[in-house]
């Protein structure tokens, strides 16, 4: 390894913290995939008003096309996203309870009390808890993670 601690930790933060906001931005392409949903099945057709002509167009094909569009974002978001993802939640599984530590705080940006009672331990185990996580995320994380977050940051 030979990085610092201190640089580990950097490390460690940058990429975890990456995969949460793939994670918000998967969160977020769902949403809108949700609400077009959502609209969709609120149109449909209005029998208050009479058949009548005029430039009026129909929607729903529009929605549709909307609904698609954001269905494949969110599939090719997904498909840039899963490999990372997959393999954090690995590396940070609830098995490894100083790795979860991290995750839980990081990830999915809960509190350290929150964290403390989620693994079981007082708040201050926790945060000691994680400090053990950062090395062995740091050894398993992508080595892209370990070099470009601090580019200056040579090995001793």
């Given at each position: ?6 640089v ?6 940058e990429?975890?913290r990456?995969?949460?906001?793939m ?7 769902e ?6 949903q959502a ?10 008003r009479g ?6 167009r ?5 929605g549709?096309?909307m ?6 974002m ?5 498909a840039?996203c899963?490999?990372?993802m997959e393999r ?8 490894r309870?100083e790795?979860?530590?991290l ?5 999915e940006?809960r509190t ?7 693994v ?13 996580g950062?090395a062995?995320v740091?050894?398993?994380?992508p080595?892209?993670?370990?070099r470009?977050?601090?580019p ?5």
């Open positions: 390894m030979g990085h610092d601690f201190e580990m930790r950097i490390c460690v933060r990429y975890l990456a995969v949460s906001r994670r918000m931005r998967l969160s977020m392409i949403g809108e995939v949700a609400a077009i609209r969709l099945s609120l149109m449909g057709v209005d029998y208050s058949g009548g002509c005029g430039p009026n129909d929607k729903m094909p529009d549709v096309a609904l698609e569009e954001a269905r494949d969110w599939a090719g978001e997904y840039r899963r490999e990372d954090a939640r690995l590396i940070c599984s609830p098995d309870p790795c979860h530590a995750w839980l705080h990081e990830v940006r350290w009390a929150a964290v403390a009672r989620e079981g331990y007082s708040e201050q185990h926790a945060r000691r808890l994680a400090d053990q950062v062995v740091y050894a398993e994380m080595e892209r993670w370990r470009d977050p601090i200056n940051a040579a090995p001793r």
